[in-house]
């Protein structure tokens, strides 16, 4: 989040990152506790990145409710390319 936010330098006060910082977390979790699991570090990375890059780019448009943020990063995930494949419990 942090290095995305460099980008943005000045645009939020320190209450503000934490407020962007938490959603995604808050984000991340609800990804991991989904049963998702990426085929590489890197889709991994990927899909971090696309939580982070909208938690900020809605920030910059005035947004700082944190359940707006998180829900709507998870639905910029959902509509993204980014292929990944559901854990099951089957699989080898």
């Known amino acids: 989040m942090y290095g995305y936010l460099n980008e943005q330098k000045g645009m939020f006060n320190p209450q503000e ?12 979790k609800s990804i991991q506790g989904s049963g998702v699991q990426f085929d590489t570090t890197a889709h991994a990375e990927a899909a971090r990145a696309i939580l982070a890059k909208y938690i900020i780019e809605t920030a910059t448009h005035g947004e700082r409710d944190q ?4 829900d ?21």
């Open 17 to 28: 990152i934490q407020t962007l910082a938490t959603a995604l977390d808050k984000a991340w």
């Open 67 to 70: 359940r707006r943020l998180h």
């Open 72 to 92: 709507g990063a998870l639905v910029a995930l959902a509509q993204s390319n980014l292929r990944c494949v559901p854990r099951r419990a089957d699989r080898r």
